[in-house]
């Protein structure tokens, strides 16, 4: 089975902090994704990644960025952080379309 | 746009009935389409997919397809408690390359 694993499972950060999630997968996918899930919202595509150095902006790239040196590792970066960035984080991994996704990192800016 | 509705419910079935979720989407091209189960405060799993139209079936679950009116469903069979979660219809557009649409999920309640 696909594992993808998201360094954190909670964190709480400052407004105006440069923040890191990481999402590594270890089924050699050239397809990732990072989502973010809101009630009422659903899930909203922040970036995608479909090769190394390679990515695309979703929905919602605004006061995000990402990094993809690896083909296993797909990182999203808050420049500086906002109390309206936190929310639920999905890392997502694919290469038939359906993703398997990681466990979900639940952010906090206060 | 592309979009993929859901009734948000709650969906309220009795243990042991059977549960049906339903999903429309926008984009008449879309080619895939995948139903996760999300219990509260975990991450989705996916539990079926689908590519053509007509039935197919997995044990308790039957996802069906019907391209022409833009349809799918999930079928749970024989319900039971731990059925109990959030079920996200996502759809995979024309060409593929934005990756998945998802609906906002259908809360499903199996009462004991």
């Known amino acids: 089975d696909v594992k993808v694993t998201q360094s954190s499972r909670y964190l709480v950060k400052r407004t105006g902090e440069k923040v890191f999630l990481e999402c590594v997968q270890d089924?050699?996918?050239?397809?990732m994704f990072w989502y973010r899930q809101d009630p009422g919202l659903g899930l909203r595509l922040i970036y995608f990644?479909?090769?190394?150095?390679?990515?695309e902006k979703g929905d919602i790239p605004e006061g995000y960025s990402v990094s993809r040196e690896k083909k296993e590792r797909f990182s999203l970066i808050l420049e500086s952080a906002s109390t309206n960035q936190t929310s639920m984080y999905l890392c997502?991994?694919?290469?038939?379309?359906?993703?398997?996704f990681g466990s979900g990192t639940r952010l906090t800016v206060v | 746009q592309k979009e993929v509705e859901q009734n948000s419910g709650p969906l309220s079935v009795p243990e042991g009935a059977i549960a049906s979720l339903n999903c429309t989407y926008s984009d008449r091209g879309s080619q895939s389409f995948f139903w996760y189960r999300q219990y509260s405060g975990k991450s989705p799993e996916l539990i079926m997919s689908i590519y053509s139209n007509g039935d197919k079936e997995d044990g308790r679950f039957t996802a069906q397809l019907n391209k022409a009116s833009q349809y799918v469903s999930l079928l749970i069979r024989d319900s039971q408690p731990s059925d109990s979660a959030t079920y996200l219809c996502a759809v995979l557009p024309r060409g593929g390359a934005d990756g998945l649409t998802f609906g906002k999920g259908t809360h499903l309640i199996i009462q004991p």
């Open positions: 089924m050699d996918h050239e397809n």
């Open positions: 997502a991994s694919s290469s038939l379309g359906g993703y398997t």
């Open positions: 990644s479909y090769d190394v150095k390679m990515k």
